[in-house]
């Protein structure tokens, strides 16, 4: 290979010649640089591909074991994430589940709480219409009534919604006790409220319920305490009404004895074994006792009622008492078996108690009269009539006109003669006058 100058371009290389003799034959061929670079690189290309192929037969299976084990912790990386995120929903299945139950539980003894306060507003209904006639005297002021309280009271009726639902709650009405009076008339209906409870709810709105729960609780513990309160009262008026009505017979020294159901202790007189009551129990138990002390009034004055406690000449004087005077006629020492009222002849004569005439004409010096007998060995004469209204074996409410004064019989001017007898021994009229003063209120 010769190499020679070029004038234009300068120095350059020329291309290779290779001779080959092969006996008296002589070849001769020439290798370009590029041919020769050519070849070059097929010779790297082909050495790096038989180390690449030659490294692989050799790692193969450590690639393929590093990819499978990489391919492994992503799928165990995704099972996890899902597991995690089922776990989750599990969890807030179950908490939306225990909300839901508790809502419902709440709901139910809500309902359960109104059920049985109607169930008491039925039966105070009656109960509180007999107080009410009976009870006449003053209430006694332990407790505030219920009418003087201004509460909202709602009434429940609920139902559980969907988990996905929001709580809604909805509250109407005025206190069911507003018109309750301290003479025992009915409760005005109750109002309606209607709650729907959910669990799947913000914190926001769970507190809110809580809330609600709460606030109905303390409504419906008022409407408790309200009868309860009520309830006692009245039967502590009933009570007091008994015991004043006795009390006023026995301050009187009125020989009658009522055969009361009570003992008539004091309050302050009592004792025995601590036994707690079971607070479920206590309306029964209230109402019970209110309804024992409506029997006992009732009876007390079913019984004061038959006794000659109204006065027969209203707003007339006595001009003549019970008891030892002057006789008018003879003036000498006598007994006065009743007493003498002032009246003018014709004015009406009217009977002091319920009962029956026995006797209604002349009557010696009682000139003409009229004996009642009112049962329990008692009865009432009126005498020195002028005319009589009524006859034998007729039956008389008190206050009903029995007569007309007048002046017959052993008299001196015209009055009206009232005995009072038990078992027919006269007794002191004014006795039972100041008793029936007395006990007017109660009756």
């Not at 909300?99 to 003894?109: H, P």
């Not at 005498?383 to 009903?400: C, K, P, T």
Request: aromatic share 4%; net charge neutral.
């Amino acid at each position: 290979m010769t190499a020679v100058q070029s004038s234009v371009f300068g120095r350059r290389r020329e291309p290779h010649t290779v001779i080959i003799a092969r006996g008296d034959e002589i070849r001769h061929f020439t290798v370009r640089p590029w041919i020769a670079a050519l070849a070059g690189s097929l010779a790297i290309a082909l050495s790096i591909g038989y180390l690449g192929a030659t490294s692989y037969l050799v790692l193969r299976d450590n690639i393929i074991s590093a990819a499978t084990a990489r391919q492994a912790r992503v799928q165990q990386a995704y099972e996890d994430r899902i597991s995690a995120l089922r776990a989750q929903v599990d969890r807030i299945t179950s908490r939306q589940l225990l909300d839901q139950q508790l809502m419902e539980t709440r709901v139910t003894e809500l309902i359960e709480r109104q059920s049985r306060l109607s169930d008491r507003h039925g039966r105070l209904g009656p109960i509180l219409d007999r107080a009410g006639r009976e009870i006449s005297g003053p209430l006694p002021l332990s407790a505030p009534l219920p009418s003087q309280r201004n509460s909202a009271v709602p009434e429940i009726t609920g139902s559980i919604e969907k988990p996905e639902k929001q709580v809604r709650a909805a509250a109407v009405g005025a206190n069911p006790f507003a018109n309750w009076t301290t003479r025992g008339a009915n409760p005005s209906p109750m109002p309606v409220m209607t709650a729907y409870a959910s669990s799947a709810q913000p914190a926001s709105q769970a507190d809110r319920a809580d809330e609600l729960f709460v606030t109905i609780n303390r409504s419906l513990k008022e409407i408790e305490d309200d009868q309860l309160a009520h309830i006692t009262q009245l039967a502590d008026a009933a009570s007091l009404s008994a015991d004043a009505i006795s009390n006023a017979l026995e301050t009187a020294g009125l020989p009658v004895d009522l055969d009361l159901p009570a003992d008539g202790m004091a309050r302050t007189d009592v004792g025995g074994p601590l036994i707690p009551v079971d607070t479920a129990n206590l309306f029964d138990i209230r109402l019970r006792e209110l309804d024992e002390a409506l029997q006992t009034l009732s009876h007390v004055k079913s019984e004061v009622r038959r006794l000659p406690l109204s006065n027969p000449a209203p707003g007339h004087a006595v001009t003549s008492t019970f008891g030892v005077r002057r006789d008018p006629l003879i003036g000498s020492a006598a007994f006065h078996s009743g007493m003498d009222f002032r009246a003018p002849v014709g004015m009406e004569a009217r009977a002091s108690a319920a009962g029956t005439v026995v006797k209604a004409g002349w009557n010696g010096g009682y000139g003409r009269m009229v004996e009642i007998d009112h049962g329990q060995g008692f009865s009432t004469r009126y005498a020195h009539l002028s005319r009589i209204s009524v006859s034998e074996g007729q039956n008389v409410e008190a206050g009903d006109i029995v007569g007309r004064t007048g002046n017959t019989g052993r008299s001196t001017g015209p009055h009206l003669h009232y005995e009072v007898r038990q078992n027919g021994t006269p007794l002191n009229p004014l006795r039972f006058l100041k008793a029936g003063k007395a006990i007017e209120k109660y009756l």
